[in-house]
């Protein structure tokens, strides 16, 4: 029995009172798509028209840029140039971000560091330091630190103080340069890199995904920052998200696709000043990456048969209980931003350290380099060392947060991010039974032709072993003893950052998942039901869902959400399978 009848009434009633500033319904990016309302029953009778259905919505990041005005166009303008001047004076450039937006943080500042790092260098050996030194200017801020990138740290996104700690750890500076990604335009914990970083004197671009005007009249954090004279705000609204709520999707590949132009952009004045050779040129204008984008949806969209065979593999592995072990070299930082984001989404279990014991479910995914080993693979797909963060209780305490994390402060350090294994070493735990799969995914740029021997010392552990090849042109290779490969052709150039190769793996990568998922039966409608509850955006969210598919009030659903609650704190200590929007839907079913 809940030895309390009344506290999750208490508990739901101070959620709708004292947290209206994250009820966020309103929003465009929380908004259900019209597209896809019927996407769970498309995707149970006809994957591939499922998975059609998810990259229509993809075309509303092009209307996006169709609808962009001469002052967002300026705007732009103004971030290529000072993007130029902050590097030719010195400063970095720095990407700041929570969660899917966190990742891509992670991501520009790897497809950055890759180019002067790696590419650049051997064309142009008489520089080879300074190549070395534009490589080092730039720089990711994902709230939670690198350990995020590959498992969510819960409730951190609610605290503006906690952005504003990484900045001060980051030491940014008068002569930097800071890029603020959200996708809500609400996120506290990057408002407080933002502001932080504006008060040290850094120049500021605030970019978001919702309409500005809905922004400033419903959420005070949001017109605080909006408002403020000292940050550059950009509003890049793309409209609802396939999956309701997931900006991972469109808000995700909308901000790729707009920062990745613009610092490519800038690499032409950069390239300029400093006497450099580039091994591709940049487009020429926005337009020129809007067509091109445009070809990359359209092929996509004639690529859907493996996409669909694909999800169906997958789906087909995770009933049985089998896990699936991608790997991977080129592709691996795209793939874990993917997997990362799958666990709260869709409310699997998160990647397992080394340090977890063997009655931690393992993760339904994992990705795992081919032949480097864990400590050379996390610089290698980072490009340099991991950042951790080694706040200690005293820190927490002092910046006011919330007792559980007081007490329990998470492991944020550069040691725990290398006890994920994602390097060549055995993991005996992922297929010890052919149930489970390894999927291999490549591309023309990966030395596929002579992978033969490490290959085999995969592939003969698990019980199915796939080739996944994503490229602009069609799969030559030879891979001896494995099933015929899923092909996938993109339609995209190559250019100085390979923009357009990320963007492909990534809308690839979030569509196979999702439909995965679809068939999985964790959406209903296009409401991701099966999400976990982690924060206060969420447990909104969850309880949207659970008001919009049961036909109750909003304060009803409170009700409910937080019951359910009370009756795991009561009645289980064990962990649940099911979301607590899912039990609560089914409880209010079992009652009609």
């Not at 980051?170 to 970083?197: C, F, P, R, Y």
């Not at 920062?259 to 450099?276: F, P, R, T």
């Not at 055995?426 to 489970?436: E, G, L, T, V």
Request: proline residues 3%; aromatic residues 8%; hydrophobic residues 35%.
């Amino acid at each position: 029995m809940i030895s309390n009848l009344n506290e999750y009434q208490k508990k739901a009633d101070n959620f709708i009172e004292n947290e209206k500033q994250f009820h966020l319904g309103f929003l465009t990016t929380e908004s259900p798509h019209s597209k896809t309302a019927n996407f769970s029953n498309i995707i149970k009778y006809n994957t591939q028209k499922g998975i059609k259905n998810l990259i229509s919505v993809d075309l509303d990041i092009v209307n996006m840029l169709d609808r962009l005005s001469n002052k967002d166009l300026e705007l732009l303008d103004k971030l290529l140039n000072s993007s130029v001047e902050t590097i030719c004076k010195g400063g970095r450039v720095i990407f700041s971000g929570c969660g899917a937006t966190g990742r891509l943080s992670i991501i520009l500042e790897n497809m950055w560091r890759e180019l002067f790092s790696e590419k650049m260098p051997s064309l142009n050996p008489n520089k080879i330091e300074l190549c070395k030194k534009i490589a080092n200017q730039s720089y990711s801020i994902m709230t939670g630190g690198d350990r995020a990138l590959i498992k969510s740290v819960e409730n951190f996104e609610d605290y503006t103080i906690l952005g504003r700690r990484q900045v001060i750890d980051a030491s940014i500076k008068d002569i930097d340069l800071l890029i603020a990604l959200t996708e809500g335009g609400e996120t506290s914990s990057v408002i407080g890199t933002a502001l932080e970083s504006a008060s040290r004197g850094a120049k500021v671009f605030f970019i978001y995904n919702n309409p500005t005007d809905i922004l400033i009249k419903n959420i005070d954090r949001s017109k605080t920052i909006i408002e403020n004279s000292k940050i550059v705000s950009i509003s890049i609204c793309t409209g609802a998200m396939a999956l309701t709520g997931s900006t991972r999707l469109q808000a995700t590949s909308a901000q790729m696709l707009l920062v990745g132009m613009i610092l490519e952009l800038s690499l032409n004045k950069i390239c300029e000043v400093y006497a450099l050779k580039l091994p591709h040129k940049p487009l020429i204008d926005i337009a020129e990456y809007r067509l091109y984008f445009e070809r990359l949806l359209v092929s996509l969209d004639n690529n859907t048969t493996p996409m669909a065979k694909w999800a169906n593999i997958e789906s087909s592995i995770y009933k049985q209980n089998g896990l699936v072990t991608y790997l991977s070299d080129r592709f691996l930082v795209d793939i874990l931003s993917d997997t990362t984001e799958r666990t709260p989404t869709f409310n699997i279990p998160p990647f397992k350290s080394e340090k977890e014991d063997n009655k931690t479910h393992n993760s339904w995914s994992f990705v795992k380099h081919p032949y480097l080993d864990t400590y050379k693979t996390w610089q290698h797909i980072l490009k340099r060392e991991p950042r951790g963060i080694n706040w200690q209780k005293e820190d927490y305490t002092e910046m006011n947060v919330i007792q559980g994390i007081i007490d329990n402060p998470p492991h944020l350090t550069e040691d725990e991010i290398y006890s994920y294994r994602i390097g060549s070493e055995q993991a005996i735990d992922r297929y010890n039974d052919k149930k489970s799969s390894l999927i291999y995914i490549c591309s023309s740029s990966d030395a596929v032709s002579g992978s033969e021997s490490w290959l085999n010392k995969y592939k003969n552990n698990f019980g199915r072993f796939d080739v996944v090849y994503i490229s602009n042109e069609p799969f030559r290779a030879k891979l001896s003893k494995t099933s015929e490969a899923l092909s996938i052709v993109c339609d995209y150039p190559y250019t100085p950052l390979s923009l357009f190769e990320h963007l492909s793996v990534k809308i690839i990568f979030n569509t196979v998942s999702t439909a995965t998922m679809g068939l999985l039966g964790k959406i209903e409608g296009n409401w991701m039901i099966d999400v976990s509850a982690t924060n206060k955006k969420l447990i909104d969210r969850s309880i949207r869902i659970i008001s919009n598919l049961s036909n109750t009030s909003y304060k009803q659903a409170a009700y409910e959400f937080f019951k359910t609650l009370e009756k795991r704190k009561y009645l289980s200590q064990a962990k649940y399978s099911k979301s607590v929007a899912i039990e609560t839907l089914d409880r209010i079913k079992s009652s009609l």
